[in-house]
């Protein structure tokens, strides 16, 4: 068990034959315990300190654990963030391929169904140049028979006329 200044001057020394001065043991004894006085409180305060340095070293070390794991868990949110932003652009690629494959497949559609309706139309329009070709040469043909010339040579006589009209509105009256 260490010495305490107490312990020091309390200490008493048994007397011999031609010791040590009294006076001179006393007053280095005094100086020993103001010493060693010191050193305790000097001891006590670096122990003091190095508690609140142990103290404010776990607080600080607690705060840098805290920060290592805030940025672990950012760093995994980030990245979970990025797989999803992944995922979701790999699922509108896909969304957007499928629309364009439809449009292109509906288009392509339509534009056999035009074409088809296209060569349709071409064949009514044949037919129908066809027939009204057909139609305007028998007329033609109708025009150019001397039945018309036949028509022209008939004369009636007005008076004729006149009286038969007579007839028919007196029939009618």
């Given at each position: 068990?260490?010495?305490?200044?107490?312990?020091?001057?309390?200490?008493?020394?048994?007397?011999?034959?031609?010791?040590?001065?009294?006076?001179?043991?006393?007053?280095?004894?005094?100086?020993?315990?103001?010493?060693?006085?010191?050193?305790?409180?000097?001891?006590?305060?670096?122990?003091?300190?190095?508690?609140?340095?142990?103290?404010?070293?776990?607080?600080?070390?607690?705060?840098?654990?805290?920060?290592?794991?805030?940025?672990?868990?950012?760093?995994?949110?980030?990245?979970?963030v990025k797989r999803n932003a992944q995922k979701e652009a790999k699922l509108i690629i896909k969304e957007a391929e499928k629309n364009a494959d439809r449009i292109i497949n509906e288009s392509l559609s339509k534009a056999r169904k035009i074409a088809l309706e296209i060569e349709e139309l071409k064949k009514q329009s044949k037919v129908f140049r066809n027939r009204?070709?057909?139609?305007?040469?028998?007329?033609?043909?109708?025009?150019?028979?001397?039945?018309?010339?036949?028509?022209?040579?008939?004369?009636?006589?007005?008076?004729?006329?006149?009286?038969?009209?007579?007839?028919?509105?007196?029939?009618?009256?």
């Amino acid at each position: 068990m260490p010495l305490t200044p107490l312990d020091i001057h309390n200490k008493e020394f048994s007397k011999g034959f031609r010791g040590y001065d009294e006076d001179e043991v006393n007053e280095f004894l005094d100086q020993v315990i103001k010493d060693y006085e010191m050193i305790i409180r000097e001891k006590k305060e670096l122990e003091e300190k190095l508690n609140d340095m142990n103290s404010r070293l776990g607080h600080f070390t607690t705060i840098e654990e805290t920060l290592n794991k805030s940025i672990v868990i950012a760093q995994e949110a980030g990245d979970e963030v990025k797989r999803n932003a992944q995922k979701e652009a790999k699922l509108i690629i896909k969304e957007a391929e499928k629309n364009a494959d439809r449009i292109i497949n509906e288009s392509l559609s339509k534009a056999r169904k035009i074409a088809l309706e296209i060569e349709e139309l071409k064949k009514q329009s044949k037919v129908f140049r066809n027939r009204f070709k057909m139609l305007i040469e028998a007329q033609l043909d109708m025009l150019n028979n001397d039945d018309w010339d036949h028509l022209l040579e008939y004369e009636v006589d007005s008076t004729e006329l006149k009286s038969a009209l007579k007839e028919e509105e007196d029939s009618l009256a």
